[in-house]
Nanobody, 116 residues
Framework: QVQLVESGGGSVQAGGSLRLSCAAS????????MGWFRQAPGKEREFVAHISWSGASTSYADSVKGRFTISRDNAKNTVTLQMNSLKPEDTAVYYC?????????WGQGTQVTVSS
């Protein structure tokens, strides 16, 4: 199994930046695609960003393209979401995920609050 531990959430003014990190650990050493979802109060969990296990392929929700950047360091088993030009509508709990063809795992979530 894989355990995911997230960090980096907090409060920021609109236009500011935050960097979220997700550290993976566990007894399984498979290759995992990883990424982020977010969930705002009263809304469904929505896709934010994805990165392949090799880091060669990334994808983003239209709402964050050009502002967010996902990256990974496989030597450190970490995935990072750099969030720039934050908007109030980015306020949500952000969840890290790891997936392979057989299983998917989720982090505990970290709160991001953007004030106007």
């Amino acid at each position: 199994q894989v355990q995911l531990v997230e960090s980096g959430g907090g409060s920021v003014q609109a236009g500011g930046s935050l960097r979220l990190s997700c550290a993976a650990s566990g007894r399984t050493f498979s290759q995992y695609a990883m990424g982020w979802f977010r969930q705002a109060p009263g809304k469904e969990r929505e896709f934010v960003a994805h990165i392949s296990w090799s880091g060669a392929s990334t994808s983003y929700a239209d709402s964050v393209k050009g502002r967010f950047t996902i990256s990974r360091d496989n030597a450190k088993n970490t995935v990072t979401l750099q969030m720039n030009s934050l908007k109030p509508e980015d306020t949500a709990v952000y969840y890290c995920y790891a997936a392979n063809p057989y299983a998917a795992y989720w982090g505990q979530g970290t709160q991001v609050t953007v004030s106007s």
